[in-house]
């Protein structure tokens, strides 16, 4: 079997595997990212496997370059790419996305256990103009002013609970069937 015979199949593969999964997401024919942690956790991080002409006898370029991983050190990316490239050696010939995704998965937290909380530090704005003791006036939000006969407009319209009545835009047929012809029996 060829190569792109082999990526083909491994294309239906992964789309039957992971429908319906968020967390997969198939960005070309060759290129396929997965999401390990949870959506905003500073351990969660996206794996890109990109596929080479050659694959599967030689291996995919596995990358954390994503601007969803933006939080993590170049140090860890470099870890988490060595790991996952040396597990996907072992499958040299074989398809082998579902495996580094899977062990991603499985070992997500091993993978990203020397990644720092990020430290959250408040900045303070100091304006030189203002003083401390001058109250901040707030900025009242204007509420949309309705004239009487808008508001009686909108009552006939609306039952007491403020929903329109049902089959309020219905057609008649006949009446509409009058105005714009029927079927000419030719």
């Given at each position: 079997m060829s190569c792109k015979e082999q990526q083909e199949?491994?294309?239906?593969?992964?789309?039957?595997?992971?429908?319906?999964?968020?967390?997969?997401?198939?960005?070309?024919?060759?290129?396929?990212?997965?999401?390990?942690?949870?959506?905003?956790?500073?351990?969660?991080f996206l794996v890109e496997v990109k596929w080479t002409e050659n694959y599967p006898d030689c291996l995919p370029d596995v990358n954390l370059n994503a601007f969803y991983n933006n939080h993590i050190t170049s140090d860890i990316k470099q870890s988490v790419v060595s790991q996952l490239e040396e597990e996907a050696e072992q499958y040299l010939g074989c398809a082998m996305t579902y495996t580094i995704f899977e062990l991603a998965k499985e070992n997500g937290e091993e993978l990203m256990a020397n990644q720092k909380e990020p430290v959250v530090t408040k900045v303070e704005e100091s304006n030189e103009n203002t003083n401390s003791n001058q109250p901040v006036a707030k900025k009242k939000e204007k509420k949309e002013q309705l004239t009487k006969q808008q508001k009686r407009k909108l009552a006939d319209r609306t039952d007491h609970k403020g929903e329109r009545p049902r089959g309020w835009d219905w057609i008649d047929v006949v009446k509409h069937l009058s105005r714009t012809g029927g079927k000419n029996d030719s």
């Open positions: 199949e491994e294309q239906e593969v992964l789309a039957s595997i992971y429908e319906g999964d968020e967390c997969f997401k198939q960005v070309n024919e060759s290129t396929y990212q997965y999401k390990i942690g949870e959506s905003g956790h500073y351990k969660s």
